[in-house]
């Protein structure tokens, strides 16, 4: 059974960096043709994407995000994290981690974690 867990800050501060992580188990993040990604939902908005990272180590980020955004990982941790850096109040929104398998659908997510910025 895969499972997947966000965690990190429930709050942070306008312009600070967000750190959140993915752990993990029952999968490793290093295995080829697997996408770890992150994504997020904000109110009234819909699910966007933030970006993955490929079990080879080759990222890829959504535009809207790639000036201020990095995915990293520990592979002896099996876990990936990612960086927001300068957040401000339209970065409030519920984060998940999921994982992709090539050209499929999501197939394992994480329960998502809640990040408010707020002064």
């Known amino acids: 059974q895969v499972q997947l867990q966000e965690s990190g800050p429930g709050l942070v501060k306008p312009s600070q960096t967000l750190f959140l992580t993915c752990t993990v188990s029952?999968?490793?993040?290093?295995?080829?043709?697997?996408?770890w990604s992150w994504m997020r939902q904000s109110p009234g908005k819909g699910l966007e994407w933030i970006g993955y990272?490929?079990?080879?180590?080759?990222?890829w980020y959504s535009p809207s995000f790639q000036s201020r955004t990095s995915i990293s990982r520990d592979t002896s941790k099996n876990e990936f994290t990612l960086q927001l850096n300068s957040v401000t109040l339209e970065d409030t929104a519920v984060y998940f981690c999921?994982?992709?398998?090539?050209?499929?659908?999501?197939?394992?997510w994480g329960q998502g974690t809640q990040v408010t910025v707020s002064l």
């Open positions: 999921a994982r992709k398998i090539g050209q499929a659908q999501y197939d394992y």
């Open positions: 029952g999968a490793s993040i290093a295995a080829s043709g697997y996408f």
């Open positions: 990272q490929e079990g080879s180590g080759l990222r």
